[in-house]
């Protein structure tokens, strides 16, 4: 894959019909249980602080949690099309609801240790996110575990530790300022929470899905790019 931007925009683009069922039937559904447990906690949690307080850390477990979840029907999406598999779009939901479990549980681990990095400290939580972060999709590509998967994907995660991580970081930023000047934006003209969520779920919905199947672009990539390089060394060594 030459240019991963542009391969994204054009499967984003051309294809958001099918993109669209992806997000009403896999991110809208993960989306209103993430606005229902947080709500929820925050409504139970005790503040000790008026700068913050423990639900806090449970929303952060919880957005991790989800997020990372969240991605497995468009990295398979963008495999399925890059590849040339046939009916990418219902692969990519199969794949969802039975080969996710796997992504699940390792989301829950990596979102309670990157946590833990961001209580003390903000970088150790997003090192050890960003090493981690290629491994569900090696899992995804091969049809297979993410525990079978973890040493090709730490290995891309290190050798590509400083681009993820900016990709990361320049994702969230993006998304948090473009919330932000719609939130004002909306205060504007009504002050009611429930269109308050309801615009943050539409943006969620419009922005997560571009850039997970970007960054499914570019470890595509990054992975073609490290078996070339494995052959010519193996071509050497013989």
């Known amino acids: 894959m030459e240019k991963p931007f542009k391969y994204t925009w054009e499967i984003y683009t051309g294809k958001f019909e099918k993109v669209l069922i992806l997000m009403v039937?896999?991110?809208?559904?993960?989306?209103?249980?993430?606005?229902?447990?947080?709500n929820y906690i925050y409504a139970i949690t005790p503040s000790?602080?008026?700068?913050?307080?423990?639900a806090d850390i449970y929303y952060g477990l919880i957005t991790l949690i989800l997020y990372l979840y969240a991605q497995t029907p468009y990295i398979r999406f963008i495999y399925s099309e890059y590849k040339g598999i046939d009916n990418s779009l219902r692969n990519s939901i199969y794949h969802f609801l039975v080969n996710g479990f796997t992504v699940f549980i390792f989301a829950c681990i990596?979102?309670?240790?990157?946590?833990i990095g961001f209580m003390f400290l903000v970088l150790p939580g997003l090192i050890s996110l960003a090493l981690v972060f290629p491994i569900p999709y090696i899992s995804i590509f091969d049809e297979k575990s993410v525990w079978k998967s973890f040493k090709e994907g730490f290995r891309i995660g290190k050798k590509k530790f400083f681009k993820i991580m900016l990709i990361v970081m320049l994702?969230?930023?993006?998304?948090?300022?473009?919330?932000?000047?719609v939130t004002?934006?909306?205060?504007?003209?009504?002050?009611?929470?429930?269109?308050?969520?309801?615009?943050q779920m539409t943006l969620n919905i419009i922005i997560y899905p571009f850039i997970i199947m970007l960054m499914t672009s570019f470890i595509?990539?990054?992975?073609?790019?490290?078996?070339?390089?494995?052959?010519?060394?193996?071509?050497?060594?013989?």
Do not use: C
């Open 48 to 54: 000790y602080s008026a700068v913050y307080s423990f």
């Open 25 to 38: 039937t896999t991110t809208l559904p993960l989306l209103m249980v993430h606005s229902f447990l947080t």
């Open 171 to 181: 994702a969230g930023l993006v998304e948090f300022l473009f919330g932000i000047f």
């Open 184 to 199: 004002y934006q909306l205060f504007n003209i009504t002050s009611s929470f429930a269109a308050q969520i309801i615009t």
């Open 220 to 238: 595509l990539k990054w992975r073609e790019a490290l078996e070339i390089l494995e052959v010519k060394v193996d071509e050497k060594l013989n």
């Open 110 to 115: 990596v979102s309670v240790i990157t946590t």
